[in-house]
Nanobody, 125 residues
Framework: QVGLVESGGGSVRAGDSLRLACTTS????????NGWFRQAPGKEREFLAA???????QAVANSVKGRFAISTDRSNTVYLQMMNLKPEDTAVYYC???????????????????WGRGTQVTVSS
């Protein structure tokens, strides 16, 4: 069973930075893709970034490119670095894992099988 735990959320001011972390336990071929999503109240869950471990490829949504970046380390942790945060970035941020996929498909939330509980990010003006 794959388990995902997010950490690093919190309340910050506009212009601040935050780094979210996602640790994946029980990684198998079913969790070879890690993605970051967010969901604001009343809105759809939105793709932010993804990392496909087998290929070492990554994708970042155009809406946050230049402010958000995804990275990994040898401990199997996936990070979402967020810079120059804005009030509209306020949302619950989720880590997800799914089978190995192509970068073009990694933006699709239906490709992901496992989800963390989410971590709240609140940005005040």
């Amino acid at each position: 069973q794959v388990g995902l735990v997010e950490s690093g959320g919190g309340s910050v001011r506009a212009g601040d930075s935050l780094r979210l972390a996602c640790t994946t336990s029980g990684r198998t071929f079913e969790s070879d893709t890690n993605g970051w999503f967010r969901q604001a109240p009343g809105k759809e869950r939105e793709f932010l970034a993804a990392h496909i471990w087998a290929y070492g490829t990554q994708a970042v949504a155009n809406s946050v490119k230049g402010r958000f970046a995804i990275s990994t380390d040898r401990s199997n942790t996936v990070y979402l670095q967020m810079m120059n945060l804005k009030p509209e970035d306020t949302a619950v941020y989720y880590c997800a894992a799914g089978p190995r996929t192509l970068v073009k498909d990694a933006t699709d939330k239906t490709k992901y099988t496992f989800w963390g509980r989410g971590t709240q990010v609140t940005v005040s003006s």
